[in-house]
């Protein structure tokens, strides 16, 4: 059957290919896409969102509601030096387009309450509307089957700072709180899994771009300036913890590996701000997320592939998207 879940994003870049994931996969019933401050300007993470919906030929069919526009107690950082405006310039016109009245953190209270423990998230943006679901619901975390968490390091480097994971980074005080209020998790972290398992570089690049497909040339554009980002720090390719984290929910049987870790997010440290501290075991705490360790790197290359490979028209003209080259 498939799998009921809400992607929680910041929409740019990687977001809208977990969108791609959760709006194409077979195994997926994606019941709303709910959006939190983070990456990009919050009216332009709405476009993308609309955007992506489009891309994958399914605009007006998968809600889309407004969340928090600001961390719980600090002012929203941007990624925006990383991701321009998230989708490499491409448009659209979705001037009918627009949330729904709903607020997003009372429709996570409202789908997990509707399906008690059948309901998944997939927070892939800064925790602030989950953080604020389980404040407003004390019954929400228990309603959640599983919360898949892109967030955080394993006890390694970060992207933001040396010490810190952007998402956590950005409302700290959301994740620690999240950490603490009975949630079944699983985390897929930035360092070391997204650096050694989810990074495409030129090679796989290419075998996407050859795929041909409209939803190959959005993906090549949407990550392009996130690309160009990437290699004035090392990293030569693009990162995929977003679309990883919602294949993950899909397809469990990509892990190799996972762990069992108290996890718990600095918040007043000088210079650990959001720093995720993971313990696996031996300092007496009790666990608290599954961690994942290891994936089929190959596997998820070739599973992105495949939901690239589909022959989906947008709706709508998307003004910037590159028309299949002649031949």
């Not at 929680?8 to 959006?35: E, F, H, K, S, Y």
């Not at 600001?70 to 990624?79: D, F, K, N, Y």
């Not at 959005?218 to 392009?224: G, H, K, V």
């Not at 608290?288 to 089929?296: F, L, M």
């Amino acid at each position: 059957m498939p799998v009921p879940f809400v992607i929680d994003t910041d929409t740019a870049q990687d977001d809208c290919v977990a969108l791609l994931v959760g709006l194409l996969d077979p195994a997926a019933d994606l019941r709303a896409i709910t959006m939190v401050a983070g990456n990009v300007g919050f009216e332009r993470q709405l476009h993308n969102a609309f955007l992506t919906l489009n891309a994958a030929g399914r605009l007006g069919e998968v809600p889309v509601h407004a969340g928090c526009r600001r961390p719980l107690m600090r002012p929203w950082v941007s990624a925006e030096n990383v991701h321009g405006d998230g989708v490499g310039g491409l448009s659209m016109d979705d001037g009918d387009q627009a949330a729904e009245d709903e607020h997003a953190v009372d429709t996570l209270v409202r789908l997990a309450a509707e399906r008690p423990g059948e309901l998944s998230i997939v927070a892939i943006g800064p925790l602030t509307n989950i953080a604020s679901a389980a404040l407003k619901d004390p019954a929400f975390a228990g309603n959640v089957k599983t919360l898949y968490i892109m967030g955080g390091s394993n006890n390694g480097r970060g992207n933001i700072t040396p010490a810190a994971e952007f998402n956590f980074y950005v409302d700290p005080e959301a994740a620690k709180a999240v950490f603490a209020a009975g949630f079944e998790i699983v985390v897929v972290p930035w360092h070391p899994l997204t650096l050694h398992r989810a990074v495409f570089g030129p090679a796989q690049l290419a075998e996407i771009e050859a795929l041909g497909t409209p939803l190959a040339r959005f993906f090549t554009r949407i990550c392009a300036a996130t690309l160009e980002f990437d290699r004035t720090v090392g990293i030569d390719g693009t990162t995929h913890p977003d679309s990883l984290t919602a294949a993950l929910l899909l397809h469990p049987e990509l892990m190799r590996a996972t762990g069992r870790y108290n996890v718990d997010v600095e918040t007043s440290g000088e210079i650990t701000r959001g720093y995720a501290a993971m313990s696996w075991g031996v300092h007496g705490l009790e666990p608290n997320a599954t961690v994942v360790e290891d994936v089929d790197a190959r596997g998820f290359l070739d599973y992105l592939k495949g939901v690239l490979a589909r022959p989906v028209e947008p709706r709508r003209p998307i003004a910037g998207l590159p028309a299949r080259p002649a031949g």
